[in-house]
């Protein structure tokens, strides 16, 4: 069996995440807020000297909101919203 070196690498990953809600109150109307924040820091190099090294260097926030109507004592309308990362 023959290693190919590109397909032989090292790496390192981190990721720091923060999130933050607030609720308020509008009589008949709630909204829920909130925001989720994703610190990346990935580096890759490949035992194949030829390649360039990869690197990942990125902060992303991802808002989200929630309405919550209340259309009765014991109903609700709700609507939502929000941001993800797709890999």
């Known amino acids: 069996d023959e290693t190919v070196l590109a397909n032989s690498y090292t790496g390192t990953e981190e990721i720091i995440a923060t999130y933050g809600m607030a609720t308020f109150d509008l009589g008949k109307l709630k909204v829920v807020a909130g925001a989720r924040m994703?610190?990346?820091?990935?580096?890759?190099?490949?035992?194949?000297?030829?390649?360039?090294?990869?690197?990942?260097?990125q902060i992303d926030v991802l808002p989200s909101a929630n309405l919550i109507y209340a259309l009765s004592e014991k109903m609700n309308l709700r609507a939502c919203f929000g941001l993800k990362l797709i890999c």
Not at 38 to 57: F, L, P
């Open 38 to 57: 994703e610190i990346t820091d990935m580096d890759v190099q490949s035992a194949d000297t030829t390649k360039a090294a990869g690197t990942i260097d």
